[in-house]
């Protein structure tokens, strides 16, 4: 380090009067500290000009700043302006010059000074005229003793036990040396400018170094550790590992390469970097880990990782964490006995550890999932779906679900992201459940129910990016372990600048072998722990390495590492559970899209992907039909050109405009009739529903689309909180969607025929008529064999071309009563705008008076009061409502004169439908007393 010598200098300034002189100052000493004595000499100045005939009036007004630099104070004998201190009166010199002698720790009562100003004046030193009777400003700036360590050259060192470390430094002053072992001196060495040790390391040590030099002690803090190298234990997961067999002890393990150490801080060590809990290092594996003991079972533990003594991060593979900003806003209702984050003692994430909790007892262990083309998803976010925000709320709304006859329900991203009120899609811990919606039991407790009545659950999932507080993001970046900059050269997981156009955030890099094991390890957790059925993952263009983030036409085109890397992921996933559904939102080209659709289809497996309708059926609703625009034959899966039912078709989710909204703000109209009036426009909904539902395939709906939901998605921001409109139940107007879509959901999951490849669509041209055609080719004299599917989308009445696939009567399959029919012969049909028919050649099985089967079945008593049998060895039964809701069904072997208790149905009608061992059916009617 350079040695700075310090001398004077001098601020002039005009003058503005003959009361102000510029003098001339000189010093004794080139360098100088606080508690050296120098005098200071003047000349060229003249006192009587101050005041005529005292050539002795001429005083020193001095001031300080301390060793940060900051004006600190004048000198206590200055005196007053107006009448200055004799202490502080010049010598004169006899020579024309005056002279000052001083130490300016003791003109000024401290050594904490790093500069002086002052100024010369007469006694009394206001002027009767303009200027003061005063010299200009002058400044010295003491020489301050500065230490410089030069070895070792980084704040950590990591070393063998007995390893020699030489400890350097130099001083710009003589200084006397001390230097402290956690605390003790452990060498000192006097009166030099150039100190050198060397130490033998045998224990981790944190060192300081002291250097006096008579008046301030300056010092230099580093650190020494032990490499203790041992390979991770056998069968231990990155992240935490409870012991099965004793709940005293856990073991955690970190990938952390190019990191020398860890510790573990705590509220079982204060926090505080500590030897006994300096983590093992595997240094083959570039793991680091360590086994916890004496663990009280069911005890609240937290900790965090302080990597090379410098940047603390909660586990990767948290399963809870604590939030210091975001866990104050969580309510007791929705999380009971939230652990309070250690305010005060650390800061960032910390990871929750319990050791000794009781497993959560499944009451489904065995749920059976609805095949993907059966699958009608109900897509939700908690925070707008219900006041309470949490599991057990939805968990309470399942019947109004359930009623609908949806069966999935897939939930915006509920792993720990950024804040509380988010759409989740800034993921920050992707093991861990946030806490905002509840309890890890809650959650539990809510996919069990779900799973009682049938219904699947599906997780978005965001492994695209993820937020600042990531711990790999934030172990390596340019940040300094902060949430900003961006990911450093040798980051493992994350890539410097995105490898697409859809960045957000930080970009994984999925051909990284560190961010492979991660995705595996997260979600393997939450199938594993949680029962989960299926993932829907977000934003997959953005899982290749290959293009840059100004080149769409790279990211939206074939990219052969995107489309292997994410089979890898769904090969994973079917690892855990072979029936698991993997859902992408790719919305892109049909080369990379069929390649995951029909991977593994001949084990029955198959990729979904996100098919989004959203602009054409809002096209349809609205009325506008002018160069094809409402054209939606892309819901089909074999017009999209899939082999199977792999497309997630939609008319709204969270990104897309509600169609209502848009009804009512930009509907088309003819005459009276207008789409954007409410009641025209909601009925226009059940419309949409018709050529949504009734097309083979899986389908989603958006929460409260059933209800026909209006409000602007930018209300309150794009991602802001929504209004949850629950009164729209009451008004009949919406209610009619929710009653319209549940017949045809019940329809497209009761009857066969909805399941057939053989179905073509007419469902484009300008005038706004559309139909659907379905022809089961392996109809039983049971099923339905023919459905045709009409609908006016325009705005004016129309008559449609029917083409019926037979002549005879046809039942509008609409009608529960199964009563009103159709004459199959006639050409054309006459509907109102908006209207839709929906006719079969046979009435459905939910129809109150369709009573068919192959098996020729008894039901009694019939009217029954308690229980009913059936003369039949039955294997399964199912019992409708006359809605089509199932309302009870059995399963097993039954045998004949079995009593099928149906004491807790109310009083109505019933349909029950029966399965014998060889498939052989049977509908019948049965009357509950």
Known sequence: ?????????????????????????????????????????????????????????????????DLNGAAAGDSPTNGSWNASNALQQLTNNGNGTYGFTFTPSSLFGTTNISKIGFLLKASNGTSTGSGDKKSQNTF?????????????????????????????????????????????????????????FDYALTSDVDFVLEANDGHITVSESFKARLSPSSPVPSGMLDGINLNPSDNTKATLVLYAPNKSTVHVIGNFN??????????????????????????????????????????????????????????????????????????????????????????????????????KSDL?????????????HSFDAIKARLDYIQDL???????????????????????????????????????????????????????????????GQ????????????????????????????????????????HQSKATNSYVERTVKYWIQEYKIDGFRWDLTKGFTQHCTSSDENCTNGFNKDRVEVLKKYADYQWAMDSGFYVIFEHLGG?????????????????????????????????????????????????????????????????????????????????????????????????TAGAFLFTVPGPKMIWQFGELGYEVDINFNGRTGEKPIRWEYVTNPDRKAIYDAWARLIYLKHTEPIFNTTNFSMDVGGTNGLKSIHLTLDSATANDIKYITVLGNFGVTQQSINTNF???????????????????????????????????????????????????????????????????KNVEELKIYDMTGKIVKSYKGNFDKGYAFDVSSLSKSIYLIKITNSVGEQSTNKLVKL
Request: hydrophobic share 35%; aromatic share 14%.
């Open 405 to 467: 006859g949806v069966n999935a329900i897939e939930l915006l991203p509920v792993s720990e992201f950024d804040g509380n009120k988010s759409w989740g899609y800034n993921p920050s811990f992707h093991m861990a459940l946030d806490k905002y919606y509840g309890t890890p039991t809650a959650f539990k407790q809510f996919i069990d129910e779900c799973h009682s009545r049938g219904i699947a659950v599906i997780l978005d999932v965001v492994y695209n990016h993820a937020t």
């Open 590 to 686: 049909i080369d990379e899209e069929k390649q995951w659709a029909d991977y593994r289809i001949n084990e029955g497996k198959g990729i979904m992907l996100w098919n989004n309708l959203n602009a054409s059926y809002n096209e349809a609703t609205m009325g506008y039909h002018d160069n094809n625009k409402s054209n939606f034959s892309n819901v089909s899966y074999s017009v999209k050109g899939f082999d199977g039912p792999s497309a997630v078709s939609y008319m709204e989710s969270h990104d897309e405009q509600r169609l209502m909204y848009k009804n009512l703000q930009f509907g088309n109209s003819s005459g009276s009739y207008s789409v954007k009036t409410a009641n025209t426009a909601l009925a226009r909904m059940q």
């Open 140 to 196: 010295l700036n003491l020489a301050i003793n500065e230490l410089t360590l030069t070895a070792p050259s980084d704040y950590l060192t990591v070393v063998n036990s007995g390893t020699l470390i030489n400890i350097s430094a130099t001083t710009t002053q003589f200084s006397n040396f001390t230097l402290r072992a956690n605390g003790t001196p452990v060498n000192t060495a006097n009166g030099i400018k150039n100190y050198s």
């Open 1 to 65: 380090m350079k040695k700075i010598i310090y001398v004077l200098s001098f601020f002039s300034f005009l003058l503005l009067s003959a009361q102000e002189q510029q003098v001339t100052i000189s010093i004794d000493k080139t360098e100088f500290s606080a508690n050296d004595a120098l005098t200071i000499t003047v000349s060229n100045v003249d006192p009587t000009l101050w005041n005529a005939g005292q050539p002795n009036n001429i005083y020193i007004w001095a001031w300080y700043f």
């Open 376 to 388: 009608v998803i109900y897509k939700m976010l908690i925070r707008d779906f219900d006041v309470l």
């Open 805 to 871: 696939q037979e002549g005879g009567t046809w039942y509008d399959l609409m009608d529960k009563t199964g009563i009103a029919t159709f004459d199959g012969t006639a050409s054309t049909l006459s509907l109102a705008p908006g209207e839709f028919k929906v006719y079969g050649n046979k009435p459905s099985t939910l129809s109150t008076n369709s009573f068919k089967g192959t098996l020729d079945v008894v039901i009694y008593p019939n009217p029954a009061n308690g229980s009913f049998s059936i003369n």
């Open 270 to 371: 204060n926090w505080q970097e500590n030897i006994s809990y300096n983590m093992n290092k595997d240094t083959a594996r570039d793991k680091f880990w360590i086994e916890l003991t004496g663990l009280t079972p069911n005890t609240n533990y937290m900790f965090q990782y302080l990597v090379d003594s410098t940047i603390k991060i909660a586990d990767p593979y948290s399963t809870t964490i604590l939030d210091e900003n975001n866990d104050s806003s969580i309510n007791s209702t929705t999380y009971p006995n939230l652990p309070p984050y250690p305010t005060g003692l650390t800061n960032h994430a910390v990871t929750l550890l319990r050791t000794g909790e009781v497993a959560y007892n499944w009451q489904i262990s065995n749920f059976q999932k609805p095949n």
């Open 470 to 509: 990531n711990p790999f993001y934030r172990l390596w970046n340019t940040d300094n372990g902060g949430y900003g900059g961006q990911a450093s050269v040798n980051n493992p997981f994350f890539n410097q600048t995105a490898t697409h156009t859809y960045s957000v955030f930080n970009d994984f890099n």
